[in-house]
């Protein structure tokens, strides 16, 4: 389980599937635009977002304020690619592309597209 926030304007990953990896949202404050399978939408607080493994999807802050979901992801291993990606996020400028699609390889995760902007 992961509680997650993002500033107003900022993309989220890249247009990606996973193959083993379940996902599941609740938007507690703010506005996303998302992109579940060929589905795109915006959705606000109170939103719940099922994304089953080989579905394509991302997503990316649509509205003024800071949006704020917890999701659940299963299985747990998905932990230790959260946490990789932290470790190639910059503070500040968009991370490698390439070493970000290299992660998500080892995980099970195709990057199919970019983001939503």
């Known amino acids: 389980m992961i509680d997650y ?14 193959d083993a ?13 998302v992109q579940v399978g060929d589905e795109r939408r915006r959705v606000g607080a109170g939103s719940f977002l099922l994304v089953p493994r080989q579905t394509p999807h991302t997503f990316v802050n649509a509205g003024a304020g800071r949006a704020r979901w917890v999701g659940v992801l299963a299985p747990g291993t998905v ?12 503070g500040q400028g ?10 998500f390889r080892r995980y099970g995760t195709t990057i199919l597209g970019p983001p939503l902007g």
Do not use: T
């Open 94 to 103: 968009p991370p490698d592309d390439g070493a970000v699609a290299e992660m």
């Open 79 to 90: 932990l230790g690619m959260l946490e990789d990606l932290g470790r190639l996020l910059p």
């Open 5 to 18: 926030s993002a500033a107003p304007g900022v993309p989220g990953p890249p247009l990606h599937v996973h």
């Open 21 to 33: 990896i379940d996902e599941a949202w609740y938007l507690l404050e703010g506005e996303l635009e």
